[in-house]
C-alpha cells in the first residue's frame, strides 16, 4: 500500500526559506522519477519539480534557480528546499511520482504560506 507523508511547510514571509520533505512506502522508491507537485487556492495541482532515479532534475519556470529537488533512495525520500520564497508559492505541496494523476493515491500534503 503506498503512502507518502510530505512534511516541513509552514509560514514564512518573502524572501525566506523551508526544506520539505516527503518520505514514501509501499512503493520501490529507487526506480521511480518523483516529483513535487502544488496547488494554490482556486488552481489546479501544477508539477514543481521532478527528479529521475538517476538524479536528474527539471523545474517550473517559476521556481528554477530558488527550488532544488533532491533524493535520499536509501531513506526513501525526497526533497525540496525553497530560497527566496515569493507570496505566489503559497499553496497545498504534495510530492508523488513524476506523472501522476488526480487518479492516483496523493497524501495530504503540506502546507506553505508566503506572506509577511
Known amino acids: 500500500q503506498v503512502q507518502l507523508v510530505e512534511s516541513g511547510g509552514g509560514l514564512v514571509q518573502p524572501g525566506g526559506s523551508l526544506r520539505l520533505s516527503c518520505a514514501a512506502s509501499?512503493?520501490?522508491?529507487?526506480?521511480?522519477?518523483m516529483g513535487w507537485y502544488r496547488q494554490a487556492p482556486g488552481k489546479q495541482r501544477a508539477l514543481v519539480a521532478i527528479?529521475?532515479?538517476?538524479?536528474?532534475?527539471n523545474y517550473a519556470d517559476s521556481v528554477k534557480g530558488r527550488f532544488t529537488i533532491s533524493r535520499d533512495n536509501a531513506r526513501n525520500t525526497v526533497y525540496l528546499q525553497m530560497n527566496s520564497l515569493k507570496c505566489e508559492d503559497t499553496a497545498v505541496y504534495y510530492c508523488?511520482?513524476?506523472?501522476?494523476?488526480?487518479?492516483?493515491?496523493w497524501g495530504q500534503g503540506t502546507q506553505v504560506t508566503v506572506s509577511s
Open positions: 509501499g512503493i520501490i522508491f529507487n526506480i521511480y522519477t
Open positions: 527528479i529521475t532515479s538517476g538524479g536528474m532534475t
Open positions: 508523488n511520482r513524476g506523472g501522476a494523476t488526480t487518479d492516483d493515491y
